[in-house]
């Protein structure tokens, strides 16, 4: 049963190349690489998170570039300390 | 890939819409936590705010003829670092729009259908983006023209059957409030009102047929969709209080359960809910547009349409990521959100100005005016 989910995906990913197949011969090779590069992340993702892989948000990146900002702010203008 | 055009009123409709956007729904909770009852004047200066900011992307887009924003940047600050800020403009695009299929999966989840996973509401839902993505931006604005008329009557029903529930001292005292949680909440409403109008830049002064309309259009959409968000605002703190309020995930829905008629027109919360539905769909779809169509200018791809279907996987990947919990998500959107979004929408205009000042790039105004006159096709 664990095995199902990213079996489905892959699935999910033939079916999307079998379908842009016509129209990434026409599109040329650079197309065709950012479609492949693409594909291959959103798969992979999908099946790492069901897997449970994946536990740490992409945005506590943005989150911790703007910390020192927002905690500034949050400070002078709401008078919070952050714990 | 032959050109997609839009009208002016189409685009007001799109403006309107896409400013409500998620706000409706998330805005009145964490702004009545802030500064309880005098939430009402935040959305209103906040609105009044938003009109400087679209003097500034106006001023910018007559600089930008037939560029969308990622052209722009690279032509303006060169090839490497036009790239660099560009895909960081993608990236951040791609994650909200991730994040606001988080936002309607838990919504649904939460109110809704109570035993679902909230990535079925995520797969269904980011089928409607990506077919309207496949059919362009004309289609879209055209499928909005039918679908506004029908969201303005909802709003209005909405408005008429809340009103005899209205409790007057729920807003007293005003102007309780001190001057700084002010700014601060200011700063937060206009981080999810205003300052993602940016994205618009992708369409707006490319993909318009009819531009000097289209300017006023920009601003009378801002101010119905200020006006809007500022009603529901304000008759969530008059209908339901400010510890009611602020303790809800989604007070705008918790008020149209209390829509009682006679008490025998009730629990049409449900139609109500599809505004919110329309709403998020605007905002969702502009996001992800504006990433696909920056990706393919970003490598100069002649046509879009394969990268779609990998870019909604990618989606999908990511509305299941993005927030473990609605703390988590209360907190992204209050203290991180408005800061990474103002550098976008507020740095980078000014950085562009400046630099096409230096250079010396004049307006382009009137041979888009000219090709205008022999369009047929009037806005």
């Known amino acids: ?83 | 890939m032959e050109k997609q055009l839009i009208s002016s009123r189409q685009f007001t409709i799109i403006v309107i819409l896409y400013t409500v956007g998620t706000g409706i729904l998330i805005i009145p909770a964490s702004i009545a936590l802030e500064v309880k009852q005098d939430a009402w004047i935040v959305a209103t200066i906040g609105t009044l705010l938003s009109l400087l900011l679209i003097k500034l992307y106006i001023i910018l887009s007559n600089k930008m003829v037939n560029l969308s924003l990622v052209e722009v940047t690279e032509k303006f600050l060169g090839s490497f670092v036009g790239k660099f800020v560009s895909l960081a403009f993608v990236l951040l695009t791609l994650l909200s729009t991730g994040e606001l299929i988080y936002f309607i999966g838990n919504f649904l989840q939460t109110e809704v259908m109570t035993e679902t996973p909230p990535v079925v509401f995520g797969i269904f839902f980011n089928f409607i983006i990506l077919f309207a993505a496949y059919y362009g931006v004309e289609v879209f604005a055209r499928t909005l023209e039918i679908i506004f008329p029908v969201f303005l009557f909802l709003f209005i029903i909405f408005l008429i059957f809340v009103s005899p529930q209205i409790d007057i001292k729920n807003m007293q005292p005003v102007f309780e409030v001190s001057i700084q949680p002010l700014i601060y909440s200011i700063l937060h409403f206009m981080g999810l009102f205003s300052f993602p109008l940016i994205v618009l830049l992708i369409i707006f002064p490319s993909a318009i047929n009819n531009l000097q309309s289209s300017r006023k259009g920009f601003y009378i959409g801002t101010l119905v969709g200020g006006f809007i968000v500022t009603a529901f605002i304000a008759l969530s703190i008059l209908v339901l209080g400010v510890t009611n309020t602020s303790l809800r995930t989604f007070p705008s829905y918790t008020l149209a359960q209390r829509i009682s008629v006679g008490d025998f027109l009730q629990r049409i919360e449900i139609i109500m809910a599809f505004m919110w539905m329309v709403t998020i769909f605007v905002r969702a779809f502009m996001y992800f547009y504006a990433s696909l169509i920056g990706i393919s200018q970003i490598l100069k791809l002649k046509d879009h349409r394969p990268l779609i279907l990998p870019l909604g996987m990618i989606v999908i990947a990511l509305s299941q990521i993005v927030h473990e919990n609605i703390i988590h998500s209360g907190k992204y959107n209050q203290e991180t959100w408005p800061l990474s979004i103002a550098v976008f929408s507020i740095f980078l205009p000014i950085i562009l100005l400046i630099v096409a000042k230096l250079r010396n790039i004049k307006d382009k105004d009137n041979k888009k005016a000219i090709h205008n006159l022999e369009d047929p096709r009037k806005g």
Do not use: H, R
């Open chain 1, 1 to 83: 049963m664990t095995m199902l989910i990213p079996l489905g995906i892959c699935m999910i990913s033939m079916a999307i190349i079998f379908f842009e197949l016509p129209k990434l011969k026409k599109g040329g090779t650079k197309l065709t690489w950012t479609f492949s590069i693409l594909l291959v992340m959103g798969t992979s993702l999908n099946i790492a998170i069901s897997l449970n892989a994946i536990i740490i948000s992409p945005l506590e990146a943005i989150m911790y570039i703007f910390q020192p900002v927002s905690d500034f702010l949050k400070e002078t203008l709401l008078n919070k300390k952050n714990l």
